[in-house]
């Protein structure tokens, strides 16, 4: 007769306490390398590559075909981005991938006969798609600074079109809710669906084909596998039977440009981000410029001073950049140096009134708050490199139109152009003169991909969605880094507000900051809105002590995850 081997049971016992009860940590740490993104499929996608032998920017380009297919609310092959690539030598370039105006595009494209924004037009009809950069952006990055070969690094992301992956609760209640759209939006209606019509239930798998087939072509035709050929003939036929304004031209046209990186500093951290057309790096380097003039050691976190100064802060930066900002190849001049010198902050900060409330006039010199849906994702490999990217489909789901014969959806970012010349509003619309539309311009973002490196070396690789609230949880986890010495899991989920200029609105985090701190803002004349949440931030940061890099999804995130290896 056998006796049964208590030891087993008592070891069997031990280890499922163990892991039962050791305290989960937020952050998750990486020796050899790291990703960060809105999906943790499209992370271990991103991991898979690094373990694979690629370098980062092999597995940003498997991450971000993957996004498209596990979070096609912003992941996307229909939208455009950044990206910020710092490699182990310490260089750092950018590659810019935002969507162009097309060529049929002009400055009174969303406005009546008597020249006023037809409300809603600039997002909610087919002409407010640009022209796609994603495609073009991760394959140029791919041909100048990948290592795998090209098709590996799309394969991932086919297969889980093709084979499925189970339906997230998260994407569910997207379905629910999408189900209920009228019949223009054709393809977002039956986007979560099976060949019988019925949503896909949480848990089953969920397969995207036509998605697959698109991915198929660009797998094994790059760039020209979307801007040529079937994909392009049938986006030119799509756009023709919805009345709008993209041709074949537009897609062969399309341009890829690597830009030199924004450079600023705060004490000894070096601050990389992204230049025009974001208008992310100028205003987070001059707000970090005004940052740095202030008595911080002497200055709580999240206390009354805390958010009064990072509220004046934000009004001079978005005011600066609704004056000055633009696509640089439309505005050769822009005073780029000026805006992020340490000379410029030094006088904006002396205007700065501790004991009130500036009004956001156009004597500061914004469009409105808006959620939107874009996805950042930052990933490091063992030899150092590091990504910030950051890409969109301007609003969640974009347009929520796109042709089910390619399986994707189509981003509205025309409305990230200032659509009436001259009418800058109390509602944060802007009309200054350098975000106007024209044929293949590039709109004006947020989006603010940030790499921060401590002696030639990335220290912070972080970004957010958020439309213009990017910037501002960006600059305030970045501060929470760098001054207020966060772990990065804090810094992502401490308390955020934003300040945009126009409206004159300070947001805030309503379970983040506290009543007495709300009416003594208030009573310096800040006008206060609270809001669930701000951002969703996706950082790691390096450990010198234990030389591991750490990262951290924003709990903000449905899906999303770190991985590390
Ligand atoms: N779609 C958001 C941005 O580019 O700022």
């Known amino acids: 007769m056998k006796t049964f081997n208590f030891q087993i049971l008592q070891t069997l016992f031990l280890v499922t306490f163990f892991f039962n009860h050791i305290p989960l940590d937020a952050q998750t740490y990486g020796k050899n390398g790291m990703v960060v993104s809105d999906n943790i499929l499209a992370s271990e996608v991103g991991i898979d590559i690094l373990i694979k032998g690629g370098n980062a920017i092999d597995a940003s380009i498997a991450t971000a075909f993957a996004l498209a297919v596990t979070h096609p609310e912003a992941g996307n092959i229909g939208g455009g981005g950044f ?35 037809i409300e809603g037009s600039n997002h909610e009809t087919i002409k407010a798609v640009g022209v796609p950069g994603t495609v073009a952006g991760l394959y140029l990055a791919h041909q100048k600074y990948g290592s795998l070969p090209w098709a590996e690094l799309v394969q991932p992301a086919v297969d889980l079109a093709e084979k499925g992956f189970p339906m997230t609760w998260g994407l569910y209640q997207v379905a629910m809710r999408m189900s209920e759209l009228d019949d223009s939006y054709d393809i977002m209606k ?3 669906r099976n060949e019988k019509g019925e949503i896909i239930q949480p848990g089953e798998i969920w397969t995207q084909t036509a998605l697959s087939n698109t991915l198929s072509l660009i797998r094994d035709h790059g760039h020209n596998g979307f801007y040529k050929g079937p994909v392009a003939e049938e986006i030119e036929a799509y756009m023709k039977a919805k009345g709008g304004i993209i041709t074949k031209e537009d897609l062969a046209k399309y341009t890829v440009i690597e830009r030199k990186p924004l450079k600023g500093t705060y004490k ?74 340490k000379a410029f902050a030094k006088r904006r900060f002396d205007n700065i ?50 042709s089910s014969k390619l399986g994707f959806i189509f981003n509205n970012e025309m409305g990230d152009f200032n659509p009436v010349a001259g009418v800058t509003n109390s509602r944060g619309q802007i009309g200054s003169n350098p975000n106007l539309i024209a044929p293949e311009k590039r709109m004006l973002s947020s989006m603010t991909p940030t790499i921060v490196a401590k002696y030639g070396k990335p220290y912070l690789i972080i970004g957010s ?15 929470n880094v760098l001054e207020y010495d966060m772990r990065i899991d804090k810094a992502i989920e401490a308390m955020k507000v934003h300040h945009q200029w126009l409206p004159d609105m300070l947001v805030y985090e309503r379970h983040l900051l506290s009543p ?16 669930n949440n701000l951002g969703v931030l996706m950082g790691i940061t390096y450990d010198p002590k234990l030389k591991v890099y750490v990262g951290a999804a924003d709990s903000a995130s449905k899906d999303g995850g770190a991985v590390g290896y």
């Open 190 to 192: 039956n986007y979560f």
């Open 516 to 531: 007495d701190t709300r009416d003594a803002l208030e009573q310096m004349g800040h006008q206060l809105r609270g809001v």
């Open 83 to 117: 990206i910020v690539l710092m490699k182990s030598d310490g260089e750092v370039t950018t590659f810019d991938f935002r969507e162009k105006a097309p060529l049929k595009a002009n400055p009174d494209l969303f406005q009546d006969a008597d020249g006023n924004l």
């Open 353 to 402: 009134d501790m004991t009130k409330a500036s009004l956001s006039d156009s004597s500061l010199y914004g469009q409105l708050y808006d959620g939107s849906s874009t996805t950042h994702f930052s990933v490091v490999d063992k030899e150092g490199n590091a990504v910030s990217l950051t890409y969109t489909l301007e609003h969640s789901y974009g347009v929520k139109m796109g």
């Open 268 to 341: 000894d951290f070096e601050i990389y981000s992204m230049p025009p057309p974001s208008s992310g790096g100028v205003a987070l380097i001059e707000m970090m410029n005004l940052m740095e003039l202030a008595d911080l050691k002497n200055i709580e976190f999240n206390s009354t001073p805390y958010v009064h100064l990072v509220a004046e802060a934000m009004k001079r930066a978005f005011a600066d950049r609704a004056e000055h900002l633009g696509d640089p190849d439309f505005n050769p001049d822009l005073p780029l140096d000026r805006l992020t010198s």
């Open 465 to 479: 969605p958020g439309g213009r609230t990017i910037i501002n949880t960006v600059f305030q986890t970045v501060l």
